[in-house]
């Protein structure tokens, strides 16, 4: 068995794309990954197309072997882009792997631990502002609209939401990024007690909808800096957040925030590899550590979940992608003891399901694991190709 060919496929997924990766083997068996470029790794797919000359001809079934090739010959620019397409073609090849031997993914670590995963609705609300009057998605406009919506996440069965910072102006919700240069704000980051005010607001809202059972997160991704994040932990206090998400590149001032919030906190999604991992466990700067599968691949990251066990820390995988990414993140919390909650983006473009072969089935909040060989669903290419990204 050896690796013929590498290829990236891109599709157009309305306001972002979805990127999958196919690598080609001389015995036919084929092992497809998704990964992202929109958010922060624009070149991914070239830096893909770079790296594939060094493993093609090997051996598929050797994937840490490989892996450690391409961290070799990328040590000295460790992380970032690099780091990103490793993972991509390490959660390919375990596809192959996995279909090789005729089992799921998760067969090859040891799981599963669980075959029924609990989700949580992410970005709830966040499209439907963000993306208003494109036609993809319903939508939402105001507080009530906002109320109405809680109360169907919480009917359809979820047990869990989280939410971002929607300040409402003259009536309306609208978006509030300054962390990634979108709004307004940036690059000082400030708080101030107007939006304190209306983010408790949005909050409560949403907590009298659903009632005093149903968990709540905010994620405030990197829209502060260290003071705004304890000032926000303080405002928002009353509402019993299951976890309040947080992103820093200090786990000092992270350490601090956590020791000063009232409620759990939840970080480090955008890290890469155990290296990166270690001092926020050192410093005991959170109560979960958020993992992304699709940058950091699933061997690494369930190498990283085996370290945050060490510190009595529990794992989520950063899951805001389409199908495939749901299916590997499924796997990962499928294969770990140390498993939290998993995360899972409902809204998206209206044909993303014609991507994939299988969708994630998800009964009374819990995502069903998948028994098929490799990930449990495969690429239409077809369909990919039949929706190329707009320039």
């Known amino acids: 068995m050896k690796i013929e060919r590498i290829e990236p496929l891109i599709a157009d997924a309305a306001w972002r794309t979805f990127s999958f990766l196919k690598i080609t083997t001389a015995c036919g068996i084929t092992g497809w990954s998704e990964?992202?470029?929109?958010?922060?790794?624009?070149?991914?797919?070239?830096?893909?197309?770079?790296?594939?000359?060094?493993?093609?001809?090997?051996?598929?079934?050797?994937?840490?072997?490989?892996?450690?090739?391409?961290?070799?010959?990328?040590?000295?620019?460790?992380?970032?882009?690099?780091?990103?397409?490793?993972?991509?073609?390490?959660?390919?090849?375990?596809?192959?792997?996995?279909?090789?031997?005729?089992?799921?993914?998760?067969?090859?670590?040891?799981?599963?631990?669980?075959?029924?995963?609990?989700?949580?609705?992410?970005?709830?609300?966040?499209?439907?502002?963000?993306?208003?009057?494109?036609?993809?998605?319903?939508?939402?406009?105001d507080y009530d609209a906002l109320a109405k919506h809680a109360a169907e996440v919480k009917a359809a069965g979820f047990r869990c939401l989280k939410t971002n910072i929607f300040p409402l102006r003259d009536g309306v919700l609208t978006p509030f990024n300054p962390g990634f240069g979108r709004t307004g704000g940036w690059p000082e980051l400030n708080w101030d007690n107007a939006l304190m005010d209306g983010l408790v607001d949005q909050l409560q809202v949403i907590r009298d909808a659903v009632g005093p059972e149903m968990g709540v997160m905010l994620d405030?991704?990197?829209?502060?800096?260290?003071?705004?994040?304890?000032?926000?932990?303080?405002?928002?206090?009353?509402?019993?957040?299951?976890?309040?998400?947080?992103?820093?590149?200090?786990?000092?001032?992270?350490?601090?925030?956590?020791?000063?919030?009232?409620?759990?906190?939840?970080?480090?999604?955008?890290?890469?590899?155990?290296?990166?991992?270690?001092?926020?466990?050192?410093?005991?700067?959170?109560?979960?550590?958020?993992?992304?599968?699709?940058?950091?691949?699933?061997?690494?990251?369930?190498?990283?979940?085996?370290?945050?066990?060490?510190?009595?820390?529990?794992?989520?995988?950063?899951?805001?992608?389409?199908?495939?990414?749901?299916?590997?993140?499924?796997?990962?919390?499928?294969?770990i003891p140390n498993f939290r909650i998993m995360e899972i983006d409902i809204d998206s473009c209206p044909w993303r399901d014609e991507f994939v072969t299988a969708v994630p089935q998800i009964e009374n909040g819990e995502l069903v694991l998948p028994t098929a060989p490799g990930w449990g669903a495969d690429v239409n290419e077809a369909a990919v190709l039949a929706r190329p990204p707009k320039r």
């Not at 509402?239 to 820093?248: A, M, N, Q, S």
């Not at 958020?290 to 820390?313: F, Q, R």
Request: aromatic share 10%.
């Open 220 to 335: 405030t991704n990197f829209h502060f800096k260290t003071e705004g994040y304890l000032r926000v932990a303080d405002a928002v206090a009353p509402i019993g957040l299951t976890w309040l998400e947080v992103d820093t590149h200090d786990p000092a001032s992270l350490a601090l925030i956590r020791g000063a919030a009232p409620c759990p906190i939840a970080s480090c999604e955008t890290l890469h590899g155990r290296r990166d991992f270690k001092p926020y466990l050192e410093q005991y700067a959170t109560d979960v550590a958020i993992v992304d599968v699709p940058w950091n691949g699933l061997g690494e990251s369930v190498k990283i979940a085996a370290m945050c066990d060490a510190y009595e820390v529990n794992c989520a995988p950063h899951n805001f992608y389409g199908h495939l990414c749901s299916f590997i993140s499924a796997h990962f919390c499928a294969s």
């Open 35 to 141: 990964y992202n470029e929109d958010f922060g790794s624009r070149g991914l797919s070239d830096v893909i197309r770079a790296l594939a000359p060094a493993i093609t001809g090997m051996d598929p079934r050797r994937s840490e072997a490989i892996v450690a090739k391409l961290h070799v010959l990328t040590r000295q620019s460790r992380g970032g882009l690099n780091q990103q397409a490793i993972a991509a073609i390490e959660n390919a090849l375990l596809d192959i792997r996995g279909k090789e031997a005729g089992k799921p993914v998760y067969a090859l670590f040891g799981g599963p631990v669980r075959e029924r995963i609990p989700v949580y609705w992410s970005h709830f609300s966040t499209y439907r502002i963000m993306h208003r009057g494109k036609g993809f998605l319903p939508d939402m406009m």
